[in-house]
């Protein structure tokens, strides 16, 4: 039986929330019911929205809650640098 993917993360956010700081290793042996594949996607999706971070410490990833300053839906306007296409110079 497949496990839905909006339970996953919202049994993700709950751990990560409840921690604090995850590592992605310790997330896993938290969600035995649940694949390697189900839960990258998940880690995936989420933090693409914003709603955790996912950072590399040494040789493991660590998840955290965002905070609202670092989602860049949350930046005002005056906050937030726009990222801009820089073409490289032609070869000689």
């Known amino acids: 039986m497949s496990i839905p993917s909006a339970h996953i993360a919202s049994r993700i956010l709950a751990i990560v929330q409840e921690r604090g700081t995850i590592s992605l290793e310790e997330l896993l042996t938290c969600c035995p019911e649940t694949t390697w594949s189900q839960i990258f996607t998940s880690v995936d999706a ?26 860049p839906t949350l930046l005002p306007a005056s906050v937030s640098t726009p990222i801009t296409d820089r073409q490289a110079p032609p070869l000689p």
């Open 46 to 71: 989420l933090s693409r929205e914003g709603t955790i971070c996912l950072r590399r410490r040494n040789f493991e990833y660590e998840l955290q809650v965002a905070s609202p300053l670092s989602s």
